[in-house]
């Protein structure tokens, strides 16, 4: 079975750099943090979905870098990727624990699709089989994504939810990171500047 974990970098994902950080810095280092924590998976091939040019200095050599439209669906973007599942991992996640992604994977045992929800609403993270169910269209920045796809899905139990997880939409949201979490380490060196 071939399994890609894939990044997404979105252009408003460094929206939540601290005074006295340059945003695209900012999002240079938590996108690197977050593709980090991917590549260091066991049997996962990582990936990068990026609509930020010139972010491909930040993954290892060989490594799939997909350049989207800033505002172009995840539909449209799982479509264009090959695998018999996918887990996409939004960016501004630096911290993002492994096991998370390993729970999202093993979900989809039971159900076609499984997300990680984010606090504060959206999602961290969403996986599914390739090509993904016709009738899913997730937006990860919905509000309440896991309702919205279950209202899509034929069944509700097609859609499967692990435990969440948090990202950093805001400057306050810097505060939720967890100097004791192992990783992260270009967001960490980045803010410690400031």
Known sequence: MTRIAAVLVRQRMAQAAPPGVDPREFLAAVAEDTYEMVAGLELVTPV????????????????????????????????????????????????????????????LGRAEITVCP????????????????????????????????RAQAPGSRRVATTPGWHRLRTRQDVERLDPGLEGWDNTRALIATR
């Open 118 to 149: 984010a606090a504060d609403g959206g999602a961290v993270a969403m996986a599914c089989a390739l090509p993904a169910p016709g009738w899913a269209d997730p937006d990860l920045d919905d509000l309440d994504v896991v309702a919205a796809l």
């Open 48 to 107: 990068l979905i990026t609509s930020v040019p010139e972010l491909e200095e930040i993954v290892w050599p060989g490594t799939q870098v997909i350049a989207i439209e800033d505002d172009e669906p995840l539909k449209t973007i799982l479509s264009r990727l090959s695998a018999d599942q996918i887990a996409v991992i939004c960016a501004d996640a630096p911290d993002l624990p492994p096991l998370l992604v390993g729970k999202l994977f093993r979900e």
